[in-house]
């Protein structure tokens, strides 16, 4: 076996370890939209919203439906209107999601991937094992 001096060993790690955090950091960014949303995001305020574009997608679909249903033919507009009203509250169910965890604040997701990637990195540095 091999040995080398200490000095040629001697190599940092500390770009590693950089790019470890940078790298965990953008995948807490990342999470930050990727999580659900907890209990305490969906307070009463939110379930007064969904309630709120519930009824008045409900309203404005069954308003055009019975216009529509009393037809003898529906043309293939009709169909993709009807099928897009149905989509109607589930889409702005979503928007509004999405702009709750647009306001999350992102410090907690970014911290906790950038230590999740320094940690990732140290123990990938102690166990490593470099044979020649």
């Known amino acids: 076996m091999k040995v080398n001096s200490v000095e040629q060993q001697n190599k940092s790690s500390l770009g590693h370890g950089i790019k470890s955090a940078l790298i ?9 939209y990727a999580l659900p949303l907890t209990s305490q995001e969906m307070d009463a305020d939110y379930k007064q919203v969904i309630s709120l574009i519930k009824k008045n997608a409900v309203k404005a679909r069954g308003e055009f439906f019975n216009e529509i249903k009393d037809l003898p033919t529906r043309s293939l507009a009709h169909d993709t209107y009807i099928n897009s009203a149905k989509k109607f509250a589930k889409h702005n169910i979503c928007a509004y999601d999405t702009a709750l965890k647009k306001i999350r604040p992102a410090a907690p997701f970014v911290i906790a991937g950038a230590v999740t990637g320094l940690v990732g990195s140290f123990v990938h540095n102690v166990f490593k094992t470099d044979v020649n």
Do not use: F, H, P
């Open 24 to 32: 965990g950091g953008v995948v807490g960014y990342a999470a930050k």
